[in-house]
């Protein structure tokens, strides 16, 4: 029996996907590296079985899903079919170890729990703990998800969903503290993509080249929804390959990634101008995109990339025109129905080209952090407006420049690192005194990752030894690329470390 209604007034995001649909049930989709197409005539009835899995299993609106899997066609549809059982969809980096996952399901405390085969039974303990169900779902679409859904009643209805109604909880990190789960709404969801498919200038006949990942904003949200809400095709990549992305450039219009896609892309000798003749629009985020790559890459290809700004908590925020002028270094203005200001730290607007903490406010800024009211009550002000903790500036048409961050937060590769964590893994290794890890400019990840290290009096460090027992705790994309050992850390006359001081002093460090 179908429990779930339907109604015009409904706000869940898969009501408004599926309202976009192409007439055409045989208008791809998906389209695999192996030639494999998946149609959007397909993704009611497909999406309604995989729902009707989930229900059978316990999932019931509200509920969280937290997800670990690989990018593949089976795991977009699972976030399709929990949008519209009204879930709450909460994806997690594929490289976070099982001692990290600890932390996001006990925080989450998911009814299910979806993993990779081949990492199940290291977490079972931590499912258990929980009482969440844990499930698997591979690369290749195996999995005891997929036995599942295949002897699974379709569940055809779409959940009625208000508009503050929760769609998905993407984990931050913060430079404080444990990571932070922002609770994005479907019409938080909703409002940013209809903005972005028109600010871009999405048509019917782009198709969009995604080898982002797809457990944070930029891959699963910004890339997805604007494809879906126009109904165009996506060549979709199981992760960035180089050669893979060269030899699909030829059959897209629009490519959305990251600068290290960019700088890599210009490393390999096939990436062409000429190849790029079928491009309307290269776009970067997730990560500052150094002016010297864009300037190397107009050179290479003719294309300006457009840069925008955003982050977990507000989806996209500003962007570089789609007509105009874009400026290396700067990340355009605010989107259309988004009010940005930058203030001192008593929340009053600076003047025009002067620094201060970026805030906003907007259909896009989330609804708070996921069972933190305190946290969640001290980065809003009075009036409503959202506090960064992004360092900018802007002039005087309105134009953003983001300067640095208000904390120590890093984004390497297009993904947050929290230093913290990091220093605490280093300070237990024999022979550390203390440590400090900073970002510094990386030419092809934006930032990459320095551990300064202060040793114990007469004690050695071993950098490879330091990085070896670091990756054995911690994701690869928080292991530092570089370690250097110090006598003292400069600090304050508060005693604080002066990291403004080693980003200054190690600046350099990956530009030879």
Request: glycine share 8%; charged share 20%; net charge negative.
């Amino acid at each position: 029996m179908n429990n779930l209604a339907q109604s015009d007034l409904n706000h869940n995001l898969y009501s408004l996907l599926r309202s976009r649909f192409p007439d055409d049930p045989k208008a791809p989709w998906l389209m695999t590296p192996a030639g494999e197409a998946c149609c959007y005539g397909d993704i009611d009835d497909t999406t309604a079985r995989y729902a009707g899995a989930l229900q059978a299993l316990g999932l019931r609106p509200g509920d969280r899903l937290l997800a670990q899997i690989d990018k593949s066609p089976e795991s977009l549809l699972l976030y399709l079919a929990t949008l519209r059982l009204g879930a709450i969809f909460v994806p997690l980096n594929t490289a976070y170890t099982a001692s990290e996952l600890a932390y996001f399901l006990k925080d989450a405390t998911p009814r299910l729990f979806i993993a990779r085969p081949d990492s199940a039974e290291g977490l079972k303990e931590s499912a258990g703990a929980i009482g969440a169900l844990l499930l698997t779902l591979g690369h290749d679409g195996e999995g005891t998800l997929m036995d599942a859904v295949k002897t699974a009643e379709p569940q055809s209805g779409i959940a009625e969903r208000g508009p503050d109604d929760i769609a998905s909880i993407i984990y931050t990190s913060g430079t404080t503290g444990r990571s932070k789960g922002a609770m994005l709404s479907h019409d938080n969801l909703a409002s940013n993509a209809l903005t972005l498919i028109d600010l871009w200038g999405f048509v019917e006949n782009d198709v969009l080249l995604h080898a982002l990942p797809i457990y944070h904003v930029h891959g699963l949200f910004v890339a997805v929804h604007c494809a879906m809400l126009r109904g165009i095709p996506m060549h979709f990549l199981p992760r960035f390959d180089a050669q893979e992305v060269i030899r699909h450039l030829p059959s897209v219009t629009v490519m959305m990634g990251v600068p290290t896609f960019y700088t890599r892309l210009m490393d390999t000798p096939e990436f062409t101008w000429e190849l790029c003749d079928t491009i309307r629009l290269f776009i970067s985020g997730s990560a500052p995109l150094l002016a010297q790559t864009f300037e190397a890459f107009f050179a290479h290809t003719g294309h300006r990339i457009l840069e925008r700004y955003g982050m977990s908590e507000a989806n996209m925020i500003a962007s570089n025109p789609l007509d105009g002028e874009r400026i290396a270094g700067t990340v355009g203005y605010a989107l259309p129905g988004v009010t940005l200001r930058v203030c001192d730290a008593e929340h009053t607007p600076v003047a025009a080209g002067q620094t201060g903490v970026l805030q906003m406010r907007g259909p896009n800024v989330f609804k708070g952090y996921w069972q933190m009211p305190e946290k969640t009550a001290s980065e809003f002000t009075e009036d409503g407006f959202f506090v960064s903790g992004d360092m900018a500036t802007m002039d005087g048409d309105g134009r953003v420049r983001i300067v640095g961050r208000e904390k120590d937060l890093v984004i390497s590769g297009g993904l947050n690192v929290y230093p913290k964590e990091i220093e605490d893994a280093i300070d237990v290794i024999e022979g550390v005194n203390e440590s400090a890890v900073i970002g510094v400019p990386h030419a092809d990840l934006g930032e990459g990752l320095v551990a300064v290290i202060c040793p114990l009096p007469g004690a050695v460090i071993d950098s490879d030894s330091v990085i070896t027992q670091l990756k054995t705790q911690l994701a690869g994309f928080k292991v530092p690329r570089q370690i250097i050992t110090v006598e003292t850390l400069p600090r304050n006359a508060m005693g604080k470390v002066q990291k403004n001081v080693l980003r200054e002093h190690y600046a350099q460090t990956f530009s030879t």
